[in-house]
């Protein structure tokens, strides 16, 4: 029993049922004396007992209502927010400050992490239910405050994406993301916050060959964890202030590490956006970055400024390296009714008359009707030429999707 009982601090579900059972039947079959009170909001009393007792309370009552609630905010005196399939609800429940600092005490026993005033930001995961944790207490923040993230997607494959409820993009425009991974391509995925650019570049990566392929992801913090899902082999690197592995050092353990693929998880600092460049550029290498954007059209001016940012030696050098290291932009968008879907999709070209990177749209969404719009701008034939001759994607596919109209090679 003290076994089940460390189980469930830990948030086991598996656990939290057994003590459901047992505290149901302790007092229903021995006192006699059913408990009716409503411990905790949309949960049965045994379950409130449960949590709050043995368990992490108000979240795993928020965690209970649905498999698609996908982020949880918990801040004293005000009610608990949560994201459900994108859609942000709200409920009925405000937490004390008290209840939220021992809330925030529980998980950082289970995070395995200091966090106090001295150290007032944590930043964790949650290994029972694969779920990212940021926290943060008074003074930095005014009140304590928790938010838990965690993935959804069941498969992560651009099949589920497609055939889900509400489609995140068309068969011709999955032909063209396998094509980019199969043919080695440097992809940069853009989006706001929420609109699935993280579990788009998951679905990317699991389409690579796990008996041929090597993977380096670098994160800010480990949130893919793509080798639990992923068979082949997989380095993953984070950014430990802590233990005083600096940003600028981790870049240099991703290059050592003879990756055919590097994935960048998110592209916020100058520093970030230069490697990302450095190791589109470098060499036979597949690589994929996301990045907070909204313009699918703009995107790459943007990188140039982070870039360029960081030590450019002047825009018009910083814009013909990201010419050739990034060779797709695929945008992401949502609507308020929580559709997360693919926007657009850009190819990029080096302009050698005005001397300027520029972004070519191969397809784009029309709002009005949902269809996607092939504008019938076709890739550059070196780039098909690396794509289908380096790497392996297939030319019939992009003579199919009419991106290309050159003949196959003897």
Known sequence: MQRILALAEQGDRDSHNH????????????????????????????????FSTYGWGILDAVLHLSPWVEEVRISANRNIAYLEQGVKKFLSYTPSWKEVETLQQKLTNTAGLSFNEKKPRLSGYLHSLKARLTMFTFPYSRVPTILVRRFTTPAFSLDQLRTQ?????????????????????????????AAG?????????????????????????????????????????????????ELEHCFKDMYRSTANTILIGEIREPIEAYHFINAGIRGTDATIGAMHERFAHRALHDLTDLVYQYGG?????????????????NSLTYRNNGHRFIDAIHTT??????NRVESIPLVGRNMQTGAYEWTGNQLSPPLV??????????????????????????
């Open 165 to 193: 409820q509400q489609p995140a993009f068309d068969e011709r425009i999955q032909w063209l993301m396998e094509q980019q991974v199969y043919g080695r391509s440097n992809v940069l995925v853009i989006g706001p916050m």
């Open 349 to 354: 070209e080096w302009n050698s008359s005005f």
């Open 19 to 50: 003590i459901i059972l047992r505290l149901q039947h302790y007092f229903e079959e021995v006192l006699q004396r059913p408990v009716t009170e409503q411990i905790l909001p949309h949960v049965n009393s045994y379950e409130g007992l449960t």
């Open 385 to 410: 030429e690396y794509m289908c001759y380096v790497g392996k994607a297939d030319i019939e596919v992009l003579k199919e999707l009419r991106l290309t109209d050159i003949g196959r090679q003897l």
């Open 313 to 329: 030696r002047s825009v018009e050098l910083t814009q013909e390296r990201i010419s050739r290291a990034v060779n797709f932009v």
């Open 197 to 245: 650019k993280t579990t788009l570049m998951m679905c990317m990566l699991k389409l690579k060959d796990p008996r041929t392929e090597y993977i380096t992801i670098f994160e800010s913090e480990h949130e893919m964890r793509f080798g639990d899902i992923w068979p082949g082999e997989v380095i993953e690197l984070q950014n430990v202030e802590e233990i005083g592995i």
